[in-house]
């Protein structure tokens, strides 16, 4: 879906989001509230600079909008693969970006994630999957990798590894394979608006994944093993 149309979707027609390159960001009003949208477009590969710009539209909201819900659009086939960006320090400004948005959470701010396009890698980290809950489009797209770029990670054969995404989600891209693992909480389906207004009072300020992940099937031994390790702490 074109970030236009989820927009006004989302927000009318008249929703107050616009693009500035590949960075989307926008004080909206939903349903009589104020709401923050910061996010990205056309596949974007987060570099520094976009990271940047995305940590300071989330710390310009704690300054200026105290406990103000941030929403984020997602659509990035991850982290800039340029040397430039690499030797201005690419994983600082990525692991800054993930700061700022569990900052705002610690300070109050509701933030929701929603992949309505691509989702892939570190600019996926770093952004949905720290927010408070992520979100998904069903017809989204969400990957750490493809089959035989893991293939060649792992030294494993694609043909043991398209096996297995038969049976494991953890080594089978796709959308419902990350709501069964839980690190998408659901499908946004149907009325958006809804959706979202159900995510703004609903969505748990812990973090729950490993739990929907036990219980959907997905990842089986992830929340036992966490909370050994709390038992033990």
Do not use: C
């Given at each position: 879906m074109e970030w236009t149309s989820l927009a006004a979707q989302l927000f009318g027609p008249d929703h107050g989001v616009r693009a500035d390159g590949d960075f989307l960001e926008g004080d909206v009003v939903f349903e009589g509230k104020p709401l923050t949208v910061i996010g990205t477009t056309n596949h974007a590969p987060i570099g520094v600079k976009l990271a940047l710009a995305q940590a300071r539209g989330v710390l310009d909201t704690i300054a200026q909008h105290p406990g103000q819900p941030i929403l984020l659009l997602i659509d990035t086939q991850g982290q800039q693969l340029r040397r430039r960006d690499e030797l201005l320090g690419i994983n600082r400004a990525m692991a800054h970006l993930g700061a700022t948005i569990d900052f705002a959470r610690r300070q109050g701010h509701r933030v929701i994630g929603l992949v309505y396009d691509q989702a892939l890698s570190g600019g996926f980290i770093t952004s949905g999957l720290i927010a408070d809950a992520c979100y998904a489009l069903p017809?989204?797209?969400?990957?750490?990798?493809?089959?035989?770029?893991?293939?060649?990670?792992?030294?494993?054969?694609?043909?043991?590894?398209?096996?297995?995404?038969?049976?494991?989600?953890?080594?089978?891209?796709?959308?419902?394979?990350?709501?069964?693992?839980?690190?998408?909480?659901?499908?946004?389906?149907?009325?958006?608006?809804?959706?979202?207004?159900?995510?703004?009072?609903?969505?748990?300020?812990?973090?729950?994944?490993?739990?929907?992940?036990?219980?959907r099937g997905g990842r089986q031994l992830a929340a036992s093993v966490v909370q050994r390790v709390l038992d033990a702490a």
């Open positions: 017809e989204a797209e969400i990957r750490v990798m493809r089959i035989p770029a893991m293939a060649r990670v792992t030294k494993l054969p694609e043909e043991r590894l398209e096996a297995l995404s038969l049976s494991n989600p953890v080594f089978a891209p796709g959308v419902q394979n990350y709501v069964t693992m839980g690190g998408v909480r659901a499908l946004w389906q149907g009325d958006l608006q809804a959706a979202l207004r159900n995510a703004l009072e609903h969505t748990p300020t812990q973090d729950l994944r490993a739990r929907d992940g036990a219980e």
